[in-house]
């Protein structure tokens, strides 16, 4: 609730009363909310904002969050499961699908009510809108003005591909693209900016270019006498190379000009969702804490009635529901749940803090807490922001506790609770949970076979001596089809012992 | 302020061309599936969607992940009893994995279940079915086309010249293009008047007019009557007669050897075989003849219900078709199906009989024969007589089926598209 004391309590005009909704007052709520967004400094972009039915609603789903894209199986499937799950009222389609373009466009479905239509409102276009063009990730990986066209270009070229070289050699080329889309991304180099004619031109140039690049490497006779030596020692790549498509997109001995475009297309849609899968709790917490806040400003003000206020808490209560380790509904950490009691926690802290907080956030402790969070929003990820703002409190409000699963050992040790000794703890561990680089093996680039049989050399860094898990093969089979020579994967633990040795033939 | 579009009208079905993909993809799990499906169901039943459930594992999209074992820490919320340095067991199962992990693999197990809508169902059930020679060869070559009425056009040939259609293009014509010179004589003419009344007829101005109102009406009368251009033709085009028509004959016996389970089975035959006719011709007619010692054409109900008891003589079902083809169903207009169910039982002497008619008369008039012999202990007369006829004539077919799970594969068997 917003606390800022309002004394002479305002007249009550609510906008509306009533569950209907008409375009007239998705206006003027928008309007409401926008003014009110104002007042926080919310800085977003232009927003988009559409209206559609359940089934389209469904179709937005599966083509994940893409409003526009190439066509494949996959996508059939989320379709096919979402519908299920819809029809069977599993699930409501309410506010998840915003995509991150300047204009942004958020959808707001037509068997909803108007309390719902404002909270998407105010939750897509304000909440994660402002994060997209706000977070440093966003800003440095993502080109939200180029994305759409991007897209399109995308879909007309997989499309013209399937025309000339038939559904099933791309569709085959796509299977083997996706399964490595999370090794399809630059952590460190920020990309090129997208668009869609300059795409189109360059890519016929590219085409050329990359296929003498290749032939360059390929070339390569057999080395002579004198160089022999010399020749095996050269190494390639020189460095260990993490993004693994990237790799393939310019190296890959047999991948014709077409297919190293796929290639590139995947992995640039990898890399535009990249932030996305670094800022999840901290996206989902700041959208919710706007809705929160937004739409209890506006009832402040007397701009809402209790019906609404009703409405919306209990969908605002169920989203941000954190289910303890026991019950059988419990599905992880709700990033809704813990994003959202973390931006809550820190405007608590700039307001009311404590004694312990003034230990713990001497910098933030009593300053203007708007400031605070828009700070926050646009200079952190998850691992980050965690490891910064998670407070003694909330650690114990959420009962978080630290558990260490070792397998050389006969039981499971409780690492730290939520206690003086263990918070830091805690915190660190936590942090490290969302850390992309633990949740997801580190498996890299390591060698080609230059002047032997092509083959490839993948290596997996282990960490926690964590094995790789039984897709491993038919994983490999997938490099090994985009390669187009024999692909081989070892798992390298701390002390560089190898582990596993896998080998897949053409 | 915010940009509101109403997108609900515009297309809904963006998924399409991806769920068909998953579709054709998975072709083989859901025919299987579909297979089981039409096993199970009453036959009244056919037409309707169906849940088609695959094994999670045959659609997986693999990553990379991390396998089980090796060092894991995890926060959890909810912490009631434990403190720090706790040992606990392990939770069977791996569940003590971190969330994260879990929820990722987490659904492994279940089947991947989806709905298959009515005509989706359907068209796997009759996907790679197409009867042998499915139309008739003349059919082919030359479809039946009816001309019909379609407006009118600018150009065609005389006999198609509509009069009256031109005449009014060609006075539209004339209006416009002689309503500039007719203004203009009607204000000469009146001007004249005005002379003439004031009695100045023969001054040169009067005679400019008279000048002006001759030359305005040698253009009036220079427009042609009818031009090229008002001609109008009547069109039409060839819209593609309903030329497939079938008729379809359900013959059974209904003798008191055959128990309500046979005719189930039989009337399963039947059906399968209408519902495939239906996807292949616009119009299908049903012909149900039942026979013991005597044939007789009944309605649909009759024809599954009714109960005779006695002895079997197929012969007299097979005349009573000749007699019906050849009254009622000229084979120029007509493409005819033949199906015969059967316990086998017949009387001796008239199998024999049954050959040289089917020969003869019935096959040459056909596209197809198909006999089924429903649970016969082992072949009996007639299959024996009917394994004559099927060496000598690729248009008849005959199969055995034993159980409720025969009829599918036997139909399969029966209508296999022929590769050409």
């Known amino acids: 609730m917003d606390r800022e004391p309002t004394s002479p309590v305002p007249e009550r005009k609510p906008l509306s009363e009533g569950s209907e909704w008409s375009f007239e007052l998705l206006d003027l709520y928008d309007r409401e909310l926008e003014r009110v967004a104002r007042h926080y400094k919310l800085d977003t972009y232009p927003r988009q904002i559409e209206v559609i039915s359940s089934e389209q609603m469904i179709d937005a789903y599966s083509s994940v969050g893409m409003p526009v894209g190439y066509n494949h199986w996959s996508f059939g499937k989320q379709f096919l499961s979402t519908q299920k799950s819809y029809k069977r009222g599993q699930m409501g389609l309410a506010y998840e699908i915003v995509i991150n373009s300047s204009p942004c466009i958020a959808y707001l479905m037509e068997e909803n009510t108007m309390t719902m239509q404002a909270l998407v409102i105010a939750h897509a276009a304000y909440g994660h809108n402002s994060f997209f063009k706000g977070n440093y990730l966003f800003r440095t990986w993502t080109d939200a003005e180029g994305i759409l066209d991007y897209l399109v270009f995308a879909r007309n070229y997989v499309a013209q591909c399937e025309q000339r070289y038939g559904e099933e050699a791309v569709e085959e080329l796509l299977d083997s693209c996706h399964a490595l889309m999370n090794y399809g991304v630059d952590r460190y180099k920020r990309p090129s900016r997208l668009s869609m004619v300059k795409e189109q031109q360059r890519q016929i140039e590219r085409e050329e270019y990359l296929q003498s690049q290749v032939n360059l490497l390929w070339r390569t006779l057999p080395p002579k006498q004198a160089g022999g030596q010399e020749a095996a020692a050269i190494r390639f790549p020189a460095e260990p190379q993490e993004n693994l498509l990237y790799f393939i997109e310019k190296n890959a001995p047999r991948l014709q000009p077409w297919q190293r475009e796929i290639v590139r297309i995947v992995r640039r849609i990898a890399q535009y969702f990249y932030p996305q899968r670094q800022t999840q709790v901290m996206n989902e917490g700041w959208a919710t804490f706007w809705h929160y806040t937004l739409l209890n400003h506006l009832y402040e003000e007397g701009k809402l009635t209790d019906g609404f206020m009703m409405e919306f808490l209990q969908s605002h209560t169920n989203v941000v529901y954190q289910p303890p380790y026991y019950s059988k509904f419990y599905p992880g950490i709700n990033p809704y749940a813990l994003g959202f009691a973390m931006f809550q926690d820190i405007r608590r802290i700039c307001e009311n803090p404590t004694e312990e907080d003034r230990r713990w956030f001497p910098d933030i402790a009593g300053s203007d807490w708007v400031q605070t969070l828009d700070t926050a929003m646009r200079n952190y990820k998850d691992e980050s922001f965690i490891a910064q703002f998670l407070s003694p409190k909330l650690i114990r409000d959420l009962k978080l506790f630290a558990v260490v699963d070792d397998d050389q050992k006969e039981k499971i040790e409780i690492a730290a609770i939520h206690d003086d000794a263990g918070y830091r703890a805690v915190r660190e561990q936590l942090a490290d949970q969302y850390n992309l680089g633990n949740r997801e093996p580190n498996i890299q680039v390591y060698q080609v076979d230059l002047y032997g049989d092509r083959s490839l050399t993948l290596r997996h860094y282990m960490h926690n001596r964590r094995p790789l898990g039984g897709t491993t093969r038919e994983m490999l089979r997938h490099v090994t089809r985009l390669w187009g020579y024999p692909v081989r994967i070892e798992s390298v633990d701390q002390q560089d012992k190898r582990h596993l040795q896998l080998e897949c033939e053409v | ?420």
């Not at chain 2, 010179?181 to 007829?201: K, N, T, Y």
């Not at chain 2, 000048?211 to 593609?240: G, H, Q």
């Not at chain 2, 202990?377 to 799970?405: D, N, S």
């Open chain 2, 1 to 420: 302020m915010s940009q509101f579009v109403d997108r609900r009208l515009s297309g809904k079905n963006r998924s399409a061309v991806n769920r068909q993909r998953f579709l054709r993809r998975y072709k083989s799990q859901v025919r299987k599936a579909v297979t089981d499906a039409v096993s199970g169901r009453k036959v009244e039943d056919l037409e309707r969607g169906q849940e088609i459930s695959i094994p999670s594992k045959d659609l997986s999209e693999p990553i990379f992940h991390h396998g089980s074992g090796g060092k894991r820490e995890a926060v959890h919320p909810g912490n009631q009893e434990f403190v720090t340095g706790d040992q606990i067991d392990r939770p069977p199962s791996g569940g003590g994995q971190g969330g994260g992990q879990a929820s990722q693999d987490g659904e492994g197990e279940d089947d991947f279940v989806f709905e298959l809508s009515k005509e989706e169902f359907m068209e796997y059930f009759f996907q790679d079915l197409a009867l042998p020679d499915l139309v008739k060869t003349q059919l082919a070559a030359t479809p039946n086309v009816q001309k019909v009425r379609a407006g009118f056009v600018s150009s065609g040939n005389p006999a198609n010249l509509h009069v009256v259609r031109s005449m009014k293009q060609a006075i539209g014509r004339r209006l416009a293009l002689s309503s500039g010179p007719r203004e203009a004589l009607r204000e000469a003419e009146e001007a004249l008047e005005e002379l003439m009344s004031a009695g100045r007829g023969d001054c040169i101005e009067a005679d400019e007019l008279r000048a002006e109102i001759e030359s305005l009406k040698a253009r009036i009368a220079a427009v042609p009557f009818i031009d090229t251009w008002d001609l109008r033709y009547a069109n039409r085009t060839e819209k593609p007669l309903p030329s497939t028509q079938a008729v379809m004959f359900c013959l059974m016996d209904v003798s008191g050897s055959m128990d309500e389970k046979r005719k189930n089975i039989a009337k399963r035959f039947f059906m399968l075989l209408y519902l495939f006719l239906t996807r292949n011709y616009e119009r299908i007619e049903v012909v149900f003849i039942r026979h013991h010692t005597v044939a007789k054409e009944v309605d649909e109900d009759d024809f599954f219900t009714s109960r005779e008891s006695g002895g079997t003589v197929v012969s007299s079902a097979l005349y009573l078709m000749h007699e019906i083809i050849q009254a009622r169903y000229p084979t120029a207009d007509w493409n005819i199906y033949a199906a015969q169910a059967s316990d086998g039982d017949n009387w001796d002497d008239d199998s024999s009989r049954c050959r040289a008619l089917l020969e003869q008369s019935i096959l040459p008039l056909v596209q197809y024969y198909a006999y089924v012999e429903i649970e016969a202990e082992e072949p009996q007369g007639l299959w024996l007589e009917y394994e004559k006829v099927k060496a000598a004539h690729k248009h008849f077919a005959m199969q055995r089926i034993l159980t409720l799970e025969d009829i599918y594969p036997v139909f399969q068997e029966l209508f296999k598209k022929k590769v050409a």
